[in-house]
C-alpha cells in the first residue's frame, strides 16, 4: 500500500512537466562538453559540471517550476562557481549559461543553444546531438543550434458551406 502511494506521488509531481515538455518536442544532448555553452529554451533541462561556473535565468519566474542547484530550490537569477554541480530545471522558460569542462546536459522542449568548445590538449571538446541526429564534436568556434519546434496552433481554415 505505501508502494502505491509513492508511485502515485511521483507520478503525479512528474505529469506537470512531462505535459509541458509535450507541447514542444525537442532534445538537444552533450556529453562531457568543454567550453561555453548558453541555452535558452522552454521545457525540462537537467545538467551536470564537473567543473566550472554556471548562471540559471529563470525567464518565467512567476510559474510553478523554479531551478535547483545541488537539490536545493533558487531564485530567479542564481550563479555559481565550483566543482560537482547538478542543476535541473524541472519545466518553464530559462537561460542557462556554462562555462566549464565535464558539461553534460540533457534538454527536452524548445529553444536555442549556443556552443562554443575549447579543446583540450588532446584536442576533444566534447560532443552534442540535435534530436535523433547524429553526435558531433563541439566546434571551437561558436555555433547557434535550435532544438524542438513549437507546435502548429493556428486554425485550421474551414471548408465554405
Known amino acids: 500500500m505505501r508502494t502505491l ?17 509535450e507541447r514542444t518536442r525537442g532534445s538537444l544532448a552533450i556529453v562531457d562538453g568543454r567550453g561555453t555553452i548558453v541555452v535558452k529554451g522552454r521545457g ?10 554556471l548562471q540559471i535565468t529563470d525567464l518565467s519566474p512567476n510559474d510553478q517550476w523554479s531551478p535547483r542547484v ?9 550563479t555559481i562557481r565550483g566543482r560537482e554541480i547538478n542543476f535541473y530545471v524541472p519545466g518553464g522558460r530559462y537561460r542557462v549559461s556554462i562555462r ?14 549556443v556552443l562554443d568548445g575549447q579543446p ?5 571538446t566534447g560532443t ?13 568556434e561558436p555555433i ?15 471548408p465554405l458551406p
Not at 545541488?70 to 542564481?78: C, S, T
Not at 569542462?101 to 529553444?111: K, L
Open 5 to 21: 502511494a509513492i508511485v502515485g506521488s511521483v507520478l503525479a509531481l512528474a505529469l506537470p512537466a512531462l505535459a509541458s515538455a
Open 44 to 53: 525540462a533541462l537537467l545538467g551536470r559540471i564537473d567543473r566550472g561556473s
Open 70 to 78: 545541488n537539490g536545493v530550490p533558487r531564485g530567479r537569477l542564481f
Open 100 to 113: 566549464g569542462e565535464g558539461v553534460n546536459i540533457s534538454a527536452r522542449g524548445a529553444g536555442v543553444a
Open 120 to 124: 583540450d590538449l588532446a584536442g576533444s
Open 128 to 140: 552534442y546531438a540535435v534530436g535523433d541526429g547524429p553526435a558531433q564534436p563541439l566546434p571551437s
Open 144 to 158: 547557434r543550434v535550435a532544438f524542438g519546434t513549437e507546435p502548429d496552433v493556428s486554425p485550421q481554415p474551414r
